[in-house]
């Protein structure tokens, strides 16, 4: 007689994978899932390799009527995307048992719905939670409560691996914004981005955030228009209940969708006298009483989720103006090939710039003067080309320009102009000037370039 197969497939998106793999009992074969590949397609292959299966338990998060699988999820709505696939499982699951061990699986009308269509494809009894699965100080247990068919199987693991299992098999939560410095003058904003390691549950899923700061929120523009001239603007968000404790440090709320945002602005406080008293129109103002400070929001953990230990903390920084932050962003450096340009030879000149780091999306705008007015006249510029950025904008006397660079280098290619006119060699210096977005590279920001008509002892009717 052929012995049973037991399988365990673990999801490599839990906590602690390896841990439960060597918490099971005796006699079972267990597999943990990449959890950068398609999870469906990795236990497809795996049942095609086994035989005479008893009892397949899968271990994933879940949310009401869905399964986080590697890089993918089999649910409602991806249900029909998968069909042919989970159809194979027939072959090897009619008549075994399959236990899901994701939170909340079995939950409400969807969770049941899930079930019935996944028994319908497969042909095997199927046990799961309606509850979450996992660590019971998490509010986790391990009790499939929901099935369809005859469940005679036991669970794949250990009692000591259920009370020394510290996770539970709930979504996980990330939280990123894509402005990190916010100055009062000029009403920043910022994003906060959430998102979900699979869709929230219905009703979705209550989440905090808290500042380091005592009354930390009152920096923020929280408040409905008119009381906030730039109120917050939310998505996946219930709105309605966007609002935090006494303490003006938590902010909670209610993310209704796999990923959320909270779009904040700085709150521009009123200045301040010397000696600190509000506003004075008869006395002298500083410019707040804060200078730069840190503001630090971390994701707090909660009930129906796991927070991301490598995405919990955004660490802003506020000032109260933008040159009380000092130089920012990429160290830029100038310079130019060839030293001397002749009409003659029809010499070419290159602007050569370097970014120290990769500019910021849109690139970086730098401004070059020069010392003669009208020095860009001597070159071509019909001619002109650039890599790396756009179209250098030439300053009003043409001695300059401004060069928005697109890439880590960049150039700016020009031939000299002929325009057969005798002239003197003439001598521009070419200098890189500090400006908004980037730092200026000290000790390579200053070019010369020698103009001439030709070369020394060249005849006058040669040019």
């Not at 909340?104 to 509850?131: H, K, M, P, Y």
Request: hydrophobic share 35%; net charge negative.
């Amino acid at each position: 007689m052929l012995e049973k197969t037991r399988l365990v497939l673990i999801d490599g998106n839990v906590d602690h994978p390896q841990q439960l793999k060597e918490g099971v009992a005796r006699g079972t074969s267990t597999i943990i899932l990449d959890p950068n590949q398609d999870g469906v397609e990795q236990i497809s292959k795996i049942l095609a390799t086994h035989t005479n299966i008893d009892s397949v338990h899968l271990v994933s998060h879940g949310w009401s009527g869905g399964l986080q699988l590697g890089n993918s999820e089999l649910s409602l709505d991806t249900f029909e995307q998968y069909l042919s696939q989970v159809g194979t499982w027939a072959k090897k699951l009619t008549g075994a048992s399959l236990l899901l061990y994701g939170c909340q699986v079995a939950l409400g009308e969807q969770g049941r719905r899930f079930l019935e269509r996944l028994c319908q494809v497969t042909g095997a009894n199927i046990a799961a939670s309606s509850d979450r699965v996992g660590n019971a100080l998490k509010g986790g247990n391990w009790h499939l409560d929901v099935s369809i068919g005859q469940i005679a199987e036991e669970l794949a693991f250990l009692p000591p691996t259920q009370q020394a299992y510290t996770g539970v098999f709930d979504p996980i939560i990330s939280m990123i914004a894509d402005e990190l410095v916010l100055v009062e003058d000029e009403l920043t904003q910022t994003t906060l981005t959430f998102t979900l390691s699979e869709p929230p549950p219905d009703g979705g899923i209550e989440v905090s955030i808290e500042n380091n700061q005592p009354f930390g929120l009152a920096d923020f523009q929280l408040a409905p228009f008119p009381i906030s001239p730039i109120p917050p603007t939310t998505t996946g968000i219930d709105r309605g209940r966007l609002g935090g404790p006494a303490g003006n440090q938590i902010l909670q709320f209610t993310v209704i969708d796999q990923t959320a945002t909270i779009t904040i602005a700085i709150f521009d406080d009123p200045d301040r006298t010397p000696e600190g008293n509000i506003t004075d129109p008869d006395g002298p103002l500083r410019n707040d009483d804060q200078g730069v400070e840190d503001s630090i929001f971390t994701l707090l953990p909660g009930a129906g989720y796991e927070v991301d230990g490598s995405a919990n903390v955004v660490a802003l920084t506020l000032a109260d103006t933008r040159s009380q932050l000092g130089p920012s962003g990429p160290i830029v450096s100038l310079t130019t090939t060839p030293e001397i340009l002749f009409e003659s030879e029809e010499t070419v000149l290159t602007f050569n710039f370097t970014l120290s780091e990769p500019p910021p999306e849109g690139g970086v705008s730098v401004t070059v003067t020069g010392d003669v007015a009208e020095s860009l006249t001597q070159l071509d510029l019909l001619e002109l080309d650039t890599v790396g950025g756009d179209f250098p904008v030439g300053d009003f006397d043409f001695s300059g320009f401004d060069f928005n660079i697109t890439s880590q280098t960049a150039s700016i290619i020009a031939p000299i102009f002929q325009d057969g006119i005798p002239e003197d060699p003439q001598t521009v210096n070419y200098t890189l000037v500090p400006g908004n977005g980037y730092q200026v590279d000290e000790n390579s920001n200053i070019s010369s370039v020698i103009f001439a008509d030709a070369p020394p002892n060249t005849p006058p009717d040669a040019v």
